[in-house]
């Protein structure tokens, strides 16, 4: 049994459904918010939006109960609280990290997609960046 058939035996369809609907289009939208940290003019704004996207992640896949999703969304979280207090741009490696970030949050919605056991947290990205440019 992989994540969706566990997630559709233990919730409502409705609220999984709604929670797999807003995941694909935060999921679709982290790349590009990614690469506007670069851009001066985008970086408030940037960061911010990230910083609610990883929030509202963190809150709903706590709610489902999906551990591993709501541990890496919340230490994301309070990686993006640190940038919110810092100027830009950000430095190369913690954009690559980010991109990596959003890579681990697609490979799980595909996982969601094909009902597979989640993928495993990659290593890597435990290991926070320099955020110091």
Known sequence: ????????????????????????????SM????????????????VNELFRVFHNIKSASG?????SM???????ED???????????ISE????????VSDMFASWQDDLKLDNELSKIRYSLLKIPDLEK
């Open 1 to 28: 049994m992989g994540i969706r058939s566990d997630l559709d035996a233990n919730f409502d369809y409705e609220i999984v459904d709604e929670f797999l609907d807003h995941y694909s289009m935060m999921v679709e």
């Open 31 to 46: 790349e590009v918010m990614i690469i506007d940290l670069s851009k001066p003019n985008m970086y408030e704004r940037s």
């Open 63 to 67: 709610y489902l109960k999906i551990a």
């Open 70 to 76: 709501s541990k890496l969304a919340s230490f994301v």
């Open 79 to 89: 990686e993006l609280e640190t940038l919110r207090k810092k100027q830009p741009p």
């Open 93 to 100: 490696e913690t954009t690559a990290w980010l991109l990596d």
